[in-house]
């Protein structure tokens, strides 16, 4: 039987950002992090739970204790009698319950469990935003070579004719040898450049295939065009970076660390519990008939409860130290929130700058394009009426191939300052939130 081929899987940008926010490792890691402080809150939240336990304990005393009683005790005044006290054989089975009647400690630290399993789950997003960064980076780049490919494949075709006419007119000898030369070099450069452009291409899908989690030899096709947007919304001048999942990180950061403080403040309150305990115990003195019932084999009960008051006094200035220490984490924490927000501020300046550059850049230099094609016609056109020498005709192909490239190059620039302002201001989850 023949190999079956395997079917060519299209994706759009946002069909490789979803797959790579559900499959890399990276979310992976980070969902199961996520899971496991959620694990954490319950430990925490046990501490506030009644503990109910039960034990039982079989002892064989093998040499009774010997306790000294007074004579006076079993009628013999003035001495001292050597008694041997409890039995050979005992058994005890009981039952206890303790229960945290008020714990400012357990309290607090549950409240501090939970805001770590919100900072987990802002983790999760944090990774999910990077990945979606760096895939769709990928796929704008990918797209961006595939139209590089386009216009190399075009020029090879365009001066492969050239270079067939030109080695016409030298075999007629209505041509120069170093003419044809030239138009050989340029076809060899070309050559290398599709060379290279194909072995970044495959590198290229290569990652993306990695980042998505998809087999190596799974065949895939993106089907976006580079020049459409990334963005619905065009993107404006803004000071509000709330959204912002590394702002919102250090936020919650923050008020885990004012927790924290209260945590480390709290062991100076006082702690009330309650126990308790019921027992059944056994005495025997012959093992032969240790489970048969009768007078002399009783099981004697036992039971109790009290309340615990546990009242810090004085723990040698060790809780004030942990106190200050989780202030200067706050003050920390501070600083480099409004230091990020500042941070922020200039990147999406600069990012949004960049953007309104290279779409301007963008219309320059397709116009650009477009003219230096038609100088190149035009050019070909003298060159084969004989108004024109091969030097123009390679230097104006020159012009176009520069042009070309600060196209691709521009419209590369534009989507990548795209993508940074989606980052910036929180929008980049659109990629793969969106359930269009």
Known sequence: MGVVAQETKKLTLKDCVKLAVEQNINTRTARIENEKSKYKKEETRAALLPKLNM??????NVALPTTVLPGEFLGQPGTTVAVQMGSQFSTTASLSLSQVIYSQTALTALQLSKKSEQLTSLSVEKASEEVAFEVARLYVLNQTTVEQQRIISENIKRTEKLQQITRLTVETGLGKQVDLD?????????????????????????????????SATQEIALTDSVTQPLSAVEPVLMNDFSENVNIRMLQSQKELNMLNKKLVNSGYLPTLSLSGQAAYQGLRNDFSTYFESGSANKWYPMANFSVSLSVPIFDGFEKRAKSRQASMDIKKTSETLESTKENYGVNYKNALNTYINNRATVKRQRQNVELSEKVYQET????????????????????????????????????????????INGKIKDLYNSTN
């Open 380 to 423: 070909s056109l003298k060159l084969n009426q004989g108004l024109a020498t091969m030097s123009t005709l390679l230097q104006d192909e020159m012009s176009l191939s520069s042009a070309q490239a600060n196209y691709l190059s521009a419209l590369y620039n534009l989507k990548e300052a795209e993508l940074k302002i989606m980052s």
């Open 182 to 214: 030239r138009v050989n070099v340029n076809l060899e450069n070309l050559y290398t450049q599709k060379s290279n452009t194909d072995a970044a291409l495959e590198q290229q899908i290569n990652m993306i295939k990695y980042l998505t989690g998809l």
């Open 55 to 60: 034990s039982a304990q079989f002892t064989d």
